[in-house]
């Protein structure tokens, strides 16, 4: 995360920033008026452990329906992490740009990314 991080710090106007929430029960509420909001302004906002806040992924999937809307700001980037999981909406997954964070296995260099984060 540290990464994305940087490069939203290089990309966004100061007056911006990368906004996160780790999702769990009781954080809909929350979530929902932080898409709100930095939809409108153009901020990036970070959902995390979506996996963790299942019976919410209905709303996230309509949401994630709302970015096509001319109302929001071009600026605005959503982003999320998720473990794998079946329960997760298909919807999501195809209108999203996908990337993967893999171990190595190899004990060593897990330590020095971990170390370098």
């Known amino acids: 995360m540290n990464d994305l991080r940087i490069f939203s710090n290089k990309k966004l106007d100061p007056s911006k920033s990368l906004h996160q929430l780790s999702l ?27 996996h963790l806040y299942l019976s919410w992924v209905n709303i996230l999937e309509k949401l994630v329906e709302d970015l096509q809307k001319p109302e929001v700001n071009s600026e605005f980037r959503l982003f999320l ?19 993967t964070v893999e171990s190595s296995g190899d004990i060593k260099q897990m330590m020095l990314n971990a170390y370098e984060t």
């Open 81 to 99: 992490t998720t473990a794998s999981v079946k329960q997760f909406p298909v919807s999501i997954l195809q209108d999203s740009i996908k990337m």
């Open 24 to 50: 769990g029960q009781g954080q809909g509420k929350l979530a929902i008026s932080m898409f709100k909001k930095f939809s409108d302004d153009g901020a990036w906002l970070l959902y995390q452990n979506t």
